[in-house]
């Protein structure tokens, strides 16, 4: 404030007395008051693909309609915001030039295999993000001055002005304008203009580079703030043909991925473990139930394992675990798969637990208590491997349980889980960025470690990608602790309802969901309402392998 009275007495060449009154700027001056009424851009409540020749036409007559209707001296504002898309593209462009660089270097098989497994990677995103159409983001701020003699017939005047303006912006531009009715907003576009501050916290809209040209705003559709420089692109807005990307920074406020099988949900989570793996120095640790996901990763960055290659025994306690936390996290994941009571369950252990003698089939035939666990004869007979999975875990590990029963796939996972949160919460693992990704995550969904690794993991640097098909398949608790939903199509009346009833999604959103098909998704962002409707991008191996048939749609996304 002390600021800004500074500046103003210099330029005035005097004191002045001035009053910050939002959504005006009210000055007095020789017994007159100036007021300066401010309006911002707040949101774009249309998508058009194409404007014509004739709708542009009578845009640009509205706009300069506009301009005669406002008093003298009135300003019609545009300020470019930071984009970090061009960062984006340079980091990527500097990696290719590494991995070329690599390539004409080494002689070792393996390696040149790795360095073009991720070139090709790269030079798809690349191609991807390029072909993208241009765009900025600008903050649009009308300022309305109005002379009086007094502050009352100032702010009536400014009134009836404010109220032209808003309504043409509506009516013809499709851009919601509002007064600014917080004095934090003010004062950052005052300190904006004086040169007090670069940046500026008020609302932002993003526009066609091109259409910028001729100084007027005519955004497509408002987006979520997802143009950050260090982020991985999910696919394409299908509305803009801009590029959708998500911040690496959002992925330990974790993702919920909904859908019907067979409408996109395993081929996205391909698609982001292939760019973070290329991209990012996030782990990624996944848990594939039905073996679909481990198809669909071919990068050599990747680490394909099986319970073949890591045994687990619930009756034998990891070294890294305390007692009763392997009690609770057994019992836990028994009694959800099988309905094992706790109790009973607490009862074997205290019998068997750490019993040097191996447990054979017979074992589990003549003794009451360990017949309870005969649906899981292998996790309790088999020489488990604990220590061999520290080992891997600074690769980017996918699990595939495909080949397994269900109660075996679903204890399995369970209990996986549960050591791989003892592991990343460890010393040697905590300040390490990392991700799980869960496919067909309802089998485990319940479980009460799943819903503390949700609640503590962005303290522990470790975000969670859920993907499951129903929305009433999640708690209530992991959902209110997650920021980004992506929400694939259907029709299924039962889908569309849960989607209202359990995620609290207003009607509106809940009706596009009806009309999109396999690829295209929703991407709702906790921090902003407006949807983002994206055909999500295809892994690049699947790319190549079916580009016969692929779509020139589908190849751009």
Do not use: C
Not at 4 to 16: H, N, S, Y
Not at 35 to 56: C, F, H, N, Q, T
Not at 486 to 515: C, H, T, W
């Amino acid at each position: 404030m002390k600021k800004i009275a500074k500046i103003f007495e210099k330029i005035i060449g005097g004191k002045v007395e001035y009053k910050i009154d939002p959504p005006d700027l009210i000055v007095l001056m020789r017994g007159r008051v100036n007021l300066i009424r401010y309006l911002i851009a707040e949101e774009v409540d249309y998508g058009i693909k194409e404007l014509s020749p004739d709708k542009m036409l009578i845009m640009i007559n509205m706009f300069s309609e506009l301009l005669d209707v406002l008093p003298p001296y009135s300003e019609a504002k545009i300020i470019k915001r930071r984009m970090s898309i061009e960062k984006l593209l340079r980091k990527i462009s500097n990696e290719m030039m590494n991995l070329r660089a690599t390539l004409d270097i080494v002689e070792e098989p393996h390696i040149k295999r790795r360095a073009e497994v991720k070139l090709k990677i790269l030079e798809a995103l690349y191609e991807n993000i390029v072909r993208s159409k241009p765009i900025t983001r600008v903050n649009l701020v009308i300022k309305i001055r109005v002379t009086s003699n007094n502050i009352s017939n100032a702010k009536h005047l400014a009134d009836v002005y404010s109220s032209k303006t808003i309504g043409i912006m509506q009516n013809y531009f499709g851009i919601k304008m509002r007064m600014v009715n917080r004095r934090k907003e003010l004062m950052d576009i005052l300190k904006n203009e004086l040169g007090l501050s670069i940046e500026t916290n008020i609302k932002s809209i993003i526009v066609d580079s091109e259409r910028l040209s001729t100084m007027m705003p005519l955004p497509k559709n408002k987006k979520p703030t997802m143009e950050k420089e260090d982020g991985l692109p999910i696919g394409i807005d299908i509305e803009t043909g801009w590029p959708v990307i998500i911040p690496y920074k959002s992925f330990d406020k974790h993702i919920l991925i909904l859908g019907p099988t067979g409408r996109g949900k395993t081929t996205l989570l391909a698609s982001m473990i292939e760019g973070i793996t290329s991209l990012s120095n996030i782990l990624v640790f996944a848990i594939d139930f039905k073996g679909d996901l481990a198809n669909m990763v071919y990068s050599e960055n990747v680490v394909h394992l099986t319970p073949d290659d890591y045994p687990i025994n619930i009756l034998v306690i990891p070294s890294f675990f305390q007692v009763i936390d392997w009690y609770l996290a057994v019992s836990d994941v028994l009694s959800n798969v099988i309905g094992v009571d706790k109790e009973n369950f607490i009862r074997v252990m205290n019998k068997f637990a750490n019993n040097h003698q191996a447990i054979d089939g017979k074992d589990i035939l003549f003794d009451k208590d360990l017949s309870l666990l005969s649906p899981l004869i292998e996790l309790i007979t088999s020489k488990p491997k604990y220590e061999a999975l520290m080992k891997h875990l600074n690769n980017h590990i996918v699990f595939d349980l495909g080949k397994y029963g269900t109660a075996f796939q679903n204890a399995y996972g369970g209990i996986l889980m549960y050591i791989y949160k003892k592991l990343a919460f460890s010393t040697k693992m905590i300040s390490k960025p990392k991700l799980l990704i869960v496919d067909e995550a309802w089998r485990i969904s319940r479980l009460n470690g799943l819903e503390e690794l949700v609640k503590e993991g962005r303290s522990k640097h470790l975000g969670v990608v859920l993907a499951t098909q129903n929305p009433r398949d999640i708690p209530r608790e992991i959902m209110e602790n997650t920021h980004l939903l992506i929400m694939f199509g259907s029709r299924n009346e039962d889908y569309l309802r849960d989607a209202e009833r359990f995620l609290g999604l207003p009607r509106e959103i809940v009706k596009k969901l009806a009309y999109l098909g396999v690829g295209e998704a929703l991407l709702l962002n906790a921090l902003d309402p407006h949807p983002v409707i994206l055909r999500v991008r295809t892994p690049t191996f699947m790319r190549e392998k079916y580009k016969h048939i692929i779509s020139d749609d589908e190849r751009r996304a």
